[in-house]
């Protein structure tokens, strides 16, 4: 028998898909991730949108870090539009419980970030409104606060931005902090709970990104077992 892989694996939030033209919602990651993966020398594991599943893999696996992925809405949108899935939502918020009590780090991606903040009893608007065409597909400054200044001795980044849902500080939910806003509009781009390594970004580092040093930086506190 074949010696098995010691990779390290890292664990990934699914987005869900609908199939065209019948009812089969599935559960994907996309391939930017997997390759982002493998370049940093880890395995992948996309977990389903089934928290008792999830746990069982997450039990079995012991990955040294997850990601909560972007894509879907992680607030209902009042005017029926959008793609919020409530299955989804519950199913990460079993994942943040299990790696907040097993001290497995977390990195939340986008949607992710704001998962973390409605975990934390925080609020996520579900429309930014007149903002959005500065987040969507574009990319902005963003001002940094520690432990993000700090990692790349520097006030401001340039990040890619995909998303059209955000909050504000006073939106933040409790034990976390703010430590990036948008330039433009002061809308939160980065969170973090030092005391249980908890980061939270409104950027997409698995995509091309003028932020790879800080992103690199991000890892490499979260898990700086590996190499970035």
């Known amino acids: 028998m074949a010696p098995r892989s010691t990779k390290p694996w890292i664990a990934f939030s699914s987005r869900v898909v609908q199939a065209n033209n019948y009812d089969e919602p599935r559960d994907a990651l996309s391939q930017d991730w997997t390759n982002w993966t493998t370049r940093h020398g880890s395995l992948p594991l996309a977990l389903p949108n089934d928290g008792t599943i999830a746990l069982d893999m997450l039990f079995a696996i012991k990955p040294v870090l997850l990601v909560l992925t972007g ?30 009590e097993a001290t497995v780090p977390i990195l939340g991606i986008c949607r992710g970030m704001h998962m973390l903040n409605l975990y934390h009893g925080g609020t996520v608007c579900d429309d930014l409104g007149k903002y959005a065409d500065d987040h969507v597909a574009k990319t902005h400054r963003v001002s940094l606060e520690n432990p993000l200044r700090n990692m790349i001795n520097s006030d401001i980044a340039e990040t890619n931005s995909f998303h059209r849902q955000g909050f504000s500080e006073d939106q933040v939910g409790a034990n976390l902090h703010v430590c990036a806003r948008c330039t433009s509009d002061g809308t939160v781009e980065a969170i973090a709970r030092e005391d249980a390594g908890v980061i939270g970004i409104g950027w997409h580092p698995e995509r091309n990104n003028p932020a790879q040093n800080l992103d690199d930086a991000i890892l490499s506190r979260l898990v700086p077992e590996l190499e970035w």
């Open 71 to 100: 894509g879907n809405d992680a607030a209902r949108r009042k005017d029926g539009a959008g793609d919020f899935d409530d299955g989804r939502n519950q199913a990460e918020m079993t994942m943040i419980r299990w790696a907040l």
